[in-house]
């Protein structure tokens, strides 16, 4: 269970610290994705719109130090609950939209596959808040061999590797946008 909670929990923290510098790099962006689910009136998308970047940083960063753990992960539940419901209500309506979960980078329309890897994020974050609470290897990585801030750095390196990937296959998207049927 020591095991599942930490690997649970870094994995939550990149998703959500990759999730929200993704949207603080557009915010904009993020206010029209909140716009086109339709859940809510418009002139709350652009509240909740620079909200959520800041949150699921919070989130994310809170996760990966281990203080307050439990408050991050319940926070984090919440939030994923609140994507899924959105995502699911979408589909039942028929409305294929992209999601902006991940900024620019996420243009394909939410599918079921997106509930289902909301589903699983849910899922992680249901293993961080029932592991032991004396933290055992959760809020104290030193079982794994890591001191103080290595969780965060390696939730750091991760978080880096991941928009250096998103950097890349925006750029691959754009050259082929600029160039189609062309090859370099």
């Keep these: 269970m020591q095991t599942a909670a930490f690997v649970a929990r870094v994995v939550l923290a990149v998703v959500f610290v990759v999730a929200g510098l993704a949207k603080l790099r557009r915010p904009a962006a993020a206010v029209d994705a909140v716009r086109r689910f339709h859940l809510v009136p418009d002139t709350w998308a652009p509240r909740i719109g620079r909200w959520l970047a800041p949150a699921e940083l919070a989130c994310g960063v809170l996760l990966a130090v281990g203080a307050p753990l439990r408050l991050a992960a319940l926070f984090g539940g919440v939030l994923l609950l609140g994507f899924t419901v959105a995502i699911t209500g979408t589909l039942l309506a028929g409305r294929p939209v992209s999601c902006g979960c991940f900024g620019s980078a996420s243009v394909r329309p939410v599918t079921w596959w997106s509930v289902v890897r909301n589903a699983a994020l849910?899922?992680?974050?249901?293993?961080?808040?029932?592991?032991?609470?004396?933290?055992?290897?959760?809020?104290?990585?030193?079982?794994?061999?890591?001191?103080?801030?290595?969780?965060?750095?390696?939730?750091?390196?991760?978080?880096?590797?991941?928009?250096?990937?998103?950097?890349?296959?925006?750029?691959?998207?754009?050259?082929?946008?600029?160039?189609?049927g062309g090859h370099r």
């Design 122 to 180: 849910l899922a992680a974050a249901t293993v961080v808040l029932a592991a032991p609470p004396d933290g055992g290897g959760l809020a104290g990585p030193a079982a794994y061999g890591l001191a103080g801030g290595d969780a965060l750095a390696l939730v750091i390196t991760c978080t880096a590797l991941l928009l250096s990937l998103s950097v890349v296959a925006e750029t691959t998207r754009s050259l082929r946008a600029a160039h189609p």
